[in-house]
């Protein structure tokens, strides 16, 4: 370890980006400084990097980024930003002479494996301790999934696009739904991020409002008018002013969240459990918490019981992606 070296994480959405310094000490990782920038404010990560430098006067030994999208040898277009995002050229704009560029869940999940318990909210009271793959998952712009593979001795992260594949409805609620966000993206493909997210959360409250479910509230609409985010007002106005649509709202997207939870544990044979990040999840602990998540998640026909004995995990700690790529910076000078 280089006691001293100064590192750079960045966590890249498609609402912020969030960077920071961090020093190598003899204890671990020690945050000097960090900076949010609103995503859509630049043309490319580089931009960014180069101000948040400037404001730092730092120069790090290496930088890691986790992004939004799928990376391939060295390089990364943005799922829900307008952008290319290089290891090169991010090297070469910043003079930082090792760039790595990670997946944002694969960051997200090396992240989540160092939280301590006080920093993790347990879903299951019947969860058994076991060792082995872990599934992780998290809405918040858009939906991530990624899985922590135990190889006997450590974890491993592995990076998926799992969060566009197929909606699986199982109600009659969920098949009407599936039939409008058809119509609304105009094909057949609906994917889960359509639904598990902080836009995917507004796309089912006009759903159950079509389907008049429940009636529209004029506060909601003139907080809209006004230019509030959608999902946020969904979950605000579900839980602290008990608006009935948007308490039904956090109430189907919470049934779909659970489901697509238990089938990703099956997919990872998740023995370790499952592990809950994003920025949605720990802002609706109340409708996350009262067993509609858990009923969702259990119901999987004959591993119902297994499932029944997973831990599920539920992240308070919003930084997990930007510690899970600062993490990888590390091994980028060992």
């Not at 090297?91 to 090396?110: C, E, F, W």
Request: charged share 20%.
């Amino acid at each position: 370890m280089k006691i001293g070296a100064l590192l750079l994480a960045g966590d890249i959405g498609g609402t912020k980006t969030k960077l920071a310094v961090y020093q190598m000490t003899a204890d671990g990782l020690t945050r000097l400084r960090d900076n949010t920038y609103k995503s859509i404010h630049y043309d490319g990560l580089e931009g960014i990097v180069a101000d948040f430098l400037a404001e730092t006067d730092a120069q790090p030994a290496a930088a890691c980024f986790g992004v939004a999208g799928p990376v391939s040898e060295g390089l990364c277009r943005t799922t829900n930003l307008p952008w290319v995002v290089g290891e090169s050229a991010i090297s070469k704009h910043t003079g930082i002479p090792v760039v790595r560029l990670l997946n944002d869940l694969q960051a997200m999940a090396l992240g989540l494996a160092s939280l301590p318990p006080e920093e993790l909210v347990e879903l299951n009271p019947n969860a058994r301790a076991a060792i082995g793959n872990i599934a992780v998952i998290a809405a918040g712009t858009g939906c991530g999934e990624a899985m922590l593979y135990w190889d006997g001795q450590t974890h491993h992260a592995i990076a998926t696009e799992g969060g566009h594949a197929d909606f699986a409805p199982n109600s009659r609620e969920q098949e009407s739904l599936l039939r409008s966000l058809r119509v609304k993206f105009g094909g057949g493909h609906v994917s889960y991020e359509r639904i598990l997210s902080g836009p995917g959360l507004y796309n089912t409250y006009q759903y159950l409002a079509e389907e008049r479910v429940a009636p529209e509230s004029p506060a909601f609409r003139d907080a809209l008018l006004e230019g509030e985010d959608p999902g946020k007002l969904i979950g605000r106005f579900a839980l602290e002013e008990n608006d009935p649509l948007c308490r039904e709202t956090l109430r189907l997207f919470v049934r779909v969240y659970g489901a697509e939870a238990g089938n990703w544990a099956l997919k990872s044979l998740a023995h370790g459990g499952v592990l809950i990040g994003g920025g949605i999840a720990a802002k609706i602990l109340p409708a996350m918490t009262n067993g509609d998540f858990m009923a969702s998640f259990r119901d999987k026909g004959r591993f119902s019981d297994w499932m029944g004995t997973l831990s599920v995990k539920i992240a308070l700690n919003q930084d997990s992606g930007l510690l899970g790529a600062a993490k990888q910076a590390v091994e980028l000078i060992a």
